[in-house]
């Protein structure tokens, strides 16, 4: 049954800091990056931001995972007169895109008119979300992960890629394929951080971090900030640009992924999946929709084999194909036509947070809305619909489609 | 594909680096830990297994838990091959496993293995408790290929 608001609110504005290798972004401070991507999202959509009501934060309104964001700072800063909507989706990463679903929730009450998004983050040694694991300190949950080693996000994901591996004969060809196809959409970027074309040879040549991932196989550790504004979309009318239609957005989960790889107790097929499955069915539901009718997915990809998961529980592909579907070359992007290759989905076209900056999952959102507004640097043509994914993580995770005026 | 890369020895991570906590909820099995003998949280109505502790079952919401006496072997689940000490940054191959535990049913172990090569351990190996001193008195089981 379609979703009782489906397409009532939308996407209006955008803005993003320049993205800086990790730690780099210093002397700037977080709220500095954060204000500046609100005002350049304020100023794309064409509002004020004394118009702005709302926050939905995601991460449990953390800078990266050891910064805390807060609205009243906020107004403060930013002269906002007030807010009526604050509110922020739990756990981590997993909530990017369900962010705006989150927001959805705040205009369809009527809390608040013009509601910001966000992530900024900054890693200065001490910070590094590469190591957040590890320096966390010791608790009894995490007594019972934190001795084996498994220190690193990158640890973590290795299990479930290993696992992957041993049911469906998935191959680390396949992952390399993730690296190399989305490197192949950030050439003409000028923000994006990894713009080189990267060949089989040299991601075979990455120091081997966590078997079977390469440090190739691992995204950017970035700094920057990202906000977009979403509205009713009665009030995107009036906006500067065209709207970006909250088509479907979900987050959540089920108890079978729960914690996910701070856990490791999810029995098959879940183990070796993105958990991304419940979400996924939850927007297929809520629009009538099926991967066939995606034209662009900007999926979260903060580890390749994370990519190949995604695309089995969005039905891009059906369960234990992702790997040949990524050898065949479906994540590609043509630039002559502005399609896909061999009847895929172009995947990531912004290069994602392995190749353009890992800002938490917030790129994609931005991506998504630039190619339903058609102005995309590597634009698909026609673009309808955009799916936008945040996780995998521990719960909740989301599922974002976005839909063009 | 690229070449494949020659790992040797499995190291366990030094006892000396390596801490844990406990709460009243997790407390009986690192009590039953340093007697050197592995358990697992169970339900004392339902049966059902759970790891790590938690307060309650979630399959029939008792609070009533039993601490059973396993039989200390399991079948490695996955695993991930590490090379560097995580707190030294020196090379250092370890392997942490996920451990499907024997007589426990859907309860695992997340420890390293050893007695292998790193390059040997594969999925659905069949390993065994061996136990490892670590900081503030405490026994951490990790396993051993059989």
């Known amino acids: ?405 | 594909m690229s070449e494949a890369i020659k790992y040797g020895p499995a190291k366990l991570l030094p006892g000396d680096q390596l801490h844990i906590t406990a709460s009243a909820d997790t407390e009986p099995f690192w009590e039953a830990a340093r007697e050197q003998r592995l358990t697992a949280c169970q339900c004392a109505d339902c049966g059902h297994f759970r790891m790590p502790p938690t307060p309650v079952c979630p399959e029939c919401s008792s609070f009533r838990k039993a601490w059973p006496t396993l039989p200390g072997t399991g079948t490695v689940f996955s695993f991930a091959i590490c090379n560097r000490n995580p707190v030294t940054g020196e090379p250092y191959v370890y392997v942490p496993v996920v451990v499907d535990l024997d007589g426990a049913p859907g309860a695992r172990l997340i420890s390293n293995v050893t007695g292998c090569d790193a390059d040997d351990v594969e999925i659905g190996m069949k390993v065994s408790v061996e136990w490892t001193p670590i900081n503030e008195g405490w026994i951490l089981p990790n396993f051993r290929k059989v």
């Open chain 1, 1 to 405: 049954m379609a979703w009782a608001n489906q397409d009532k609110t939308a996407i209006v504005g955008i803005g993003a800091t320049d993205y800086y290798v990790r730690g780099q972004s210093y002397p700037r401070t977080v709220y500095d990056m954060a204000c500046e991507a609100i005002l350049k999202a304020c100023e794309d959509a064409g509002i004020s931001i004394k118009q702005i009501d709302g926050f939905a934060y995601y991460s449990g309104a953390g800078a990266g995972y050891t910064g805390k964001l807060d609205s009243g700072t906020f107004m403060e800063m930013l002269g906002m007169p007030h807010i009526s909507y604050s509110a922020t989706l739990t756990s981590g990463g997993g909530g990017s895109v369900g962010s705006i679903g989150l927001a959805t929730a705040g205009l369809m009450n009527e809390d608040c008119t013009y509601c910001v998004s966000l992530m900024t983050l900054q890693q200065l040694p001490g910070a590094r979300l590469g190591t957040v694991f590890g320096k966390m300190s010791t608790d009894p949950e995490n007594s019972f992960l934190q001795p084996s080693g498994l220190v690193g996000p990158g640890h973590l994901m290795s299990v479930l890629a290993r696992r992957h591996m041993h049911l469906y004969g998935t191959t680390q060809d396949a992952f390399g394929e993730v690296a190399m196809a989305t490197r192949a959409n950030t050439w003409n970027r000028p923000k994006a951080v990894r713009k080189k074309a990267l060949t089989k040879e040299e991601y075979d040549a990455s120091p081997m971090l966590a078997d079977p991932l390469r440090r190739l196989d691992f995204c950017l550790e970035t700094d920057g900030a990202v906000a977009v504004i979403t509205t009713t979309s009665d009030r995107a009318k009036d906006c500067r640009q065209k709207p970006a239609y909250v088509h479907a957005a979900a987050h959540g989960g089920r108890r079978e992924w729960g914690r996910a790889f701070t856990w490791y107790g999810m029995p098959d097929p879940y183990f070796a999946s993105s958990g991304h499955e419940f979400t996924a069915n939850r927007v297929w539901d809520q629009s009538g929709l099926t991967a066939k009718d995606i034209d662009v997915a900007l999926l979260y990809d903060h580890f390749t084999p994370m990519v190949l998961m995604q695309l089995e529980d969005y039905g891009f592909c059906e369960r234990g194909e992702g790997n040949d579907y990524v050898l065949s070359g479906k994540l590609r992007y043509d630039a002559a036509t502005g399609k896909g290759v061999n009847g895929g989905t172009p995947v990531n076209t912004h290069g994602g947070n392995l190749n353009e900056a890992y800002i938490i999952g917030m790129t994609h959102v931005v991506e998504a809305v630039e190619q339903v507004r058609g102005n995309a640097i590597s634009q698909v043509k026609d673009c309808e619909f955009a799916l936008a994914t945040g996780g995998p993580a521990s719960l909740p995770v989301s599922s974002l489609i976005l839909r063009s005026a």
